[in-house]
Structure formats: structure tokens, C-alpha cells
């Protein structure tokens, strides 16, 4: 039986607009020529390429229902990494390890009680000498390897066929030699893309079911497994709270500079005001009023439900740096000549805003999007570790950030809770920023020669 959560919502909304944004771009020669320039910078392709892995892990983790027999709610993701959720160890153990990393009283063979590391229930269980976890590792890295390289090479021949299949179709009106051009960089673009995802992926698959590649954290969980569970936490406050800031800006933002006046008048006292407020002061007093109302539903509503306030007051608190950008936008735009010759023309007001003024703002609203994305996304690490984030039972990065901060106080040393969140956080936030940079690029007329 399929549960829809609170944030499900606006992540699908989220999906659709893109849908729909991408279909209503591809009819516009300023978009297409955006995409061309985009689509020549290979590191720009390689992060929207590791920007789209994200995404679809996300998705995965977006789709829940209720389990039959526990009555859990669980995602796709968690019903194909089964094997991480379930293979649960009594407490701590290191990267690729078979026995715990804390020591525990057990009894020798003749009966006398002794302190020593206890072997691992799931951590290299298959070897029946641990002496050989070393050949073990390499034997699964060299199959993982050929078999990542194989389907590689077939992925890549059907994505040259696929390729060459829609190009005969979609770029009829490019002269031949551009054409031969971009044909061979997007082709080799894309089958670099694909050998640097497969074999990795693959060696994951060999590896990861056997072994507890990132350690195991103080409650025997697999961290690999807490990681990519975060993923779809750090996407829906970096996305929905960016969704929630876009109308306001928008409306507020053109409003305030298309009229002026007035109108104006009362909508930079508003966000002068707002701005001038500590953001984390708002966050803190709203978090605190919604913890009052949080005892309705199970644990995974609750956790929604928490998530969903924190992207509501983060995106109330955000608004207005954009919404000072579209005003100064809208104001230069309300003076072009095919504005003026709308209005004499006897064009409606409200016709010049949706078909004059706000698609000419829409590049500025994408790149701010881009941008203003990863913020968020360490924003919410920064906020769990002051205790105002997700709520605890949820996985994120800020989380196992804020669990990582005492157990580096320990003795022995649990490092690699805090290197799995770095790792991973850094995995997203690099590409959506050289992403937005290159799209900046592409989009900002200034940067036109």
C-alpha cells in the first residue's frame, strides 16, 4: 500500500515543473543555444550527470508504502538496499572490518572471561579465515572491474546508437560539419559519464553486501547505507525550500518594480525588515512552536512533518535577497522599447507581466536556484548541529555531523561517520555549484561577447 508524505508532494510538484519547464524551454532558441553552450562544457555535463545520480536516489526514497509485516513505512530505496538496512551489527565497527571496534567481555573456550574485539554478524561473515579479507576485497575489485567495464562498453554503444538515432531527428536544421562537432564531444562526453558511473556502481554491488564499506555507527547501523539515505533529506530542504522562495520573490519582486509607487514603498519596508532579522532566531522560535504539535502520527509523519516546517520557515527567511534582484531586473525591464510599444499598444498590464516580464526574469530565477541550492543543503548541517534540524530519527547529514562531533572525543577515535557526511555532502554540493556556474555562463547576457 503506497503513503504519500507531506514533502512527497511538493518533490513531485517539483518534478513536473521541471518536466514542464524543460518541454516549454526546448521551443525557445535562448534556451537551446543555453543548452548548447552547457552541453560543450564537459565539466558541466559531468556534474549534472552526478547532479541526476542524486536525484534519482532521491526519487527512489521519495516513493514510500506500508510494509505488510511491520507496518513501517519504507521506500523503494529501502526495499533495494534491504541487505544495508537489515544487516544491523551490535555497535561500532571500522571500514571493511570483520570484528567489532570496541572490546567486550566474552569467555574462551575453557571458560574464563576475557576482553577482546567480537567478530562481526554480517562484516565478512562469508570468510572462513579472516587472514584473507585482504584477497577477498581485491578478487570481488577485480570482478566488479571487468564486469563494470563490460557493461560500460555495451551501455555505450546503445547511448552512440540512441545518440546518433534522435540527432538524425532533432538536428536537421545544424549545418553538417557543427553537427560531425558536437556529435563526436557529446559522444564522448557520454561514454567517459558512463564508464566513471558503471564501474563504481558495480564495485559497490560486489562489495557493499559483504562487507560494511563506510563502518557501522554506535547502534550497528551500516553508515554507506545512513549516507545515501540523507540524500533525499539534503535534496527536499535544498529544493522545496528554493520552490517555496520562487513565488514570493517572483510576486513580490515584480510587483514591487513594475508599479512602483507605493506598492514598492511597502514591499522593501517589508523585506527590509525581514532581512534585518537574525534568520536563525526565526528558525529556532518556529521550530519550537511546531514541536508543540508534533505528537499526531507515527514516526515517520512526525519526521515529515518536521522537515516540511523547517523548508516552510527557512524559505520564509530567504526570500528576500532574490526578491531584491527580480525587483532591480523588473525595473530595467519595464523600460525596454517592447514593453513601451505593449502599453501604447493598449496591451493589459497583467498580459505585459506573463508574457514580457516574467519570462525575461526566468534565467535569473533558474541560476538562483542552482546557487542558492547548496546553501541550503549545508545550511541544514549547520542547524542540526545547534539542535534546531530534522528531527533526530531522521537520516541527513547534519545529523550524522552532529553524532560525529562527540564520537571524535572518544577514545578510540570514530572518524568515519564524520568523513561519510563530508564525502557525500561534498559529492552534491560541488556539482550543483560548478553546474550553476557553468549555466550562469550560459544564461547572464553580461557574460555574452
Not at 27 to 53: C, D, G, H, I, K
Not at 176 to 205: D, E, W, Y
Not at 424 to 442: H, S, T, Y
Request: net charge positive.
Amino acid at each position: 500500500m503506497f503513503r504519500i508524505l507531506p514533502t512527497d508532494i511538493f518533490v513531485f510538484i517539483l518534478v513536473a515543473s521541471s518536466f514542464i519547464f524543460i518541454v516549454s524551454a526546448r521551443r525557445r532558441e535562448y534556451w537551446r543555444a543555453a543548452w548548447r553552450q552547457v552541453r560543450s562544457n564537459p565539466v558541466a555535463m559531468v556534474s549534472l550527470v552526478v547532479l541526476s545520480l542524486y536525484v534519482s536516489i532521491a526519487l527512489l526514497d521519495t516513493v514510500h508504502f506500508v510494509d505488510r509485516k511491520t507496518g513501517a513505512t519504507l521506500s523503494l530505496l529501502d526495499w533495494i538496499a534491504a541487505p544495508l538496512r537489515e544487516q544491523v551489527e551490535r555497535t561500532y565497527s571500522a571500514p571493511f572490518a570483520t570484528h567489532q571496534y570496541t572490546k567486550e567481555s566474552v569467555e574462551t573456550s575453557d571458560g574464563k572471561p576475557t576482553r577482546s574485539y567480537p567478530p562481526l554478524k554480517y562484516g565478512g561473515a562469508h570468510l572462513k579465515n579472516t587472514d584473507s579479507i585482504i584477497e577477498d576485497i581485491s578478487k570481488r575489485i577485480v570482478q566488479g572491474t571487468i564486469q563494470g567495464i563490460i557493461l560500460a562498453i555495451v551501455l555505450s554503444g546503445l547511448i552512440v546508437g540512441a545518440y546518433h538515432f534522435f540527432s538524425k531527428i532533432f538536428m536537421r536544421d545544424i549545418h553538417s560539419a557543427q553537427k560531425n562537432m558536437i556529435s563526436k564531444r557529446a559522444v564522448l562526453t557520454m561514454v567517459k559519464i558512463t564508464f566513471a558511473i558503471t564501474i563504481p556502481l558495480i564495485l559497490l554491488i560486489h562489495l557493499s553486501p559483504y562487507y560494511h564499506i563506510l563502518g557501522t555507527d554506535k547502534v550497528g547501523n551500516d553508515v554507506f547505507y545512513r549516507s545515501i539515505k540523507s540524500i533525499r533529506t539534503g535534496l527536499v530542504i535544498g529544493s522545496v525550500t528554493t520552490l517555496i522562495v520562487i513565488p514570493f520573490a517572483i510576486f513580490f519582486g515584480v510587483l514591487a518594480g513594475y508599479f512602483g509607487g507605493i506598492a514598492d514603498d511597502i514591499i522593501q519596508y517589508i523585506y527590509s525588515t525581514l532581512a534585518s532579522i537574525p534568520s536563525v532566531l526565526l528558525i529556532v522560535s518556529f521550530m519550537l512552536l511546531i514541536e508543540l504539535g508534533e505528537s499526531l502520527g507515527d514516526i515517520a509523519w512526525r519526521a515529515d512533518r518536521r522537515l516540511l516546517s523547517l523548508c516552510i520557515i527557512m524559505g520564509i527567511t530567504s526570500w528576500t535577497g532574490l526578491c531584491r534582484l527580480i525587483r532591480g531586473e523588473t525595473l530595467k525591464l519595464r523600460e525596454l522599447e517592447y514593453v513601451q510599444a505593449a502599453l501604447s499598444f493598449g496591451v493589459n498590464r497583467l498580459r505585459i507581466l506573463f508574457k514580457h516580464i516574467v519570462p525575461n526574469l526566468m534565467h535569473i530565477v533558474l541560476i538562483s536556484f542552482i546557487l542558492r541550492f547548496s546553501g541550503l543543503v549545508l545550511a541544514e548541517a549547520v542547524l542540526a548541529y545547534i539542535g534546531i534540524g530534522v528531527d533526530p530519527t531522521m537520516e541527513s547529514w547534519g545529523n550524522m555531523i552532529n553524532t560525529a562531533r562527540l564520537e571524535l572525543a572518544r577514545e578510540p577515535v570514530v572518524w568515519w561517520n564524520l568523513l561519510a557526511a563530508f564525502f557525500f555532502m561534498f559529492g552534491l554540493v560541488l556539482p550543483a555549484n560548478l553546474f550553476g556556474d557553468a549555466l550562469r555562463d550560459a544564461l547572464d547576457p553580461r557574460l555574452k561577447t
